[in-house]
């Protein structure tokens, strides 16, 4: 990383930039007479000159990024900036572009064509076309950067129109699938997992907002028999009452003394409910598969409107709700409109 500091000459204010010079591996130093602004923009062209060996070169249109060298800047961006499972999805995406490229090539050598053709490709991987659109925001995101470093003028994502997305189908359980999961758990004999497995049921929580570090025992208000959600999508925590099941079993675990009251690790849950799954032979489900189950009961049972459910589950807007159980709602709707057969 370069420095920079101000100082005061017969000439007026100006800023000396230190970085170390990529040929010699020395401590070099440049003065500079501009406004401080102006001096910022070069102190970050040196970095980036400096970080990629090109050091020297004034001319910017003979300077040629490779994507590794881009992704390398990008990815300590990420790790300065972003969460952990922001990062693990970029780089799910990242393998999968370079595959496409087939090897490294120039950042300005990457096109609209190039970005739609990786789009067609994905699709025709059976990937969903909301995974495309996640893959394609990512993209976007590092192209923005490659703009913001001055390793391109424009971005070519922006010319890419993400996939439009198709008819959302939930995959929640069956009253019967429910009772099979519990039945494999138990015998099993692994009553920490149940007592998981039975909380996301009956909160309708993302995996990680029952995971500590964001569900600690600070969420939990045993007083007034509420837990607090630490939303993981940028949305406002929320409150869960705590009925008799989810009472109980986080008493039971306050009581055995554990620092905090679920201390899986992420994806050893996702894994382990896989596990159940089959031994259960529950098909097409998976951990967010509970999540929904929570939603889809509240609605077909009537216990709950499609606003309550919407506040519970923390969905930025009713419509996201909408979309999800847009079937049940239905039904719903039919059932009610049906019944005034027996009213009138």
Sequence with gaps: MATIKKINRDKG?????????????KWTTRTVYCTQADAMKIKS???????????????DKKRKYLWSQLLDRYKKYSKRNKSQKTIDREEFVFKAFKIFLGGDVY?????????????????????????????????????????E????????ANDVKLPKSEDITVRFLTRNEVENLIKAIKDDNNIPFLRLVLAYLHTGARRNELLDPQ?????????????????????????IPLNK????ILNEIKKEGAPVPFSFKPYFVSHKISEYYTT??????????LRKTFGSRLIQEGKAD???????LGHKSLRTTERYYVDLISANYKQAVESLEDLM
Aim: proline share 2%.
């Design 13 to 25: 204010p100006a800023y000396i930039i230190g970085f170390m010079h990529p040929d010699t591996n």
């Design 45 to 59: 062209q040196i970095e980036a000159d400096v970080a990629f060996g090109r050091f020297g070169l004034e001319n």
């Design 107 to 147: 950042v300005n050598e990457i096109t609209a064509e190039t970005i739609g053709n990786y789009k067609q490709k994905r699709l025709g991987k059976d990937k969903t076309a909301a995974t495309v659109s996640i893959e394609l925001r990512v993209l976007r995101a590092v192209f923005n950067k490659a703009v």
């Design 149 to 156: 470093w001055k390793y391109i003028t424009k971005n070519p």
């Design 215 to 239: 569900f600690t025992w600070e969420s939990v208000n045993f007083d007034e028999k509420k837990i607090m959600i630490n939303g993981v999508k940028g949305e406002n925590n929320r409150y």
């Design 245 to 248: 099941v989810l009472f109980d």
């Design 280 to 289: 259960a032979k529950i098909t097409g489900a998976n951990l967010h598969s």
């Design 306 to 312: 499609l606003y309550v459910v919407s506040r519970l």
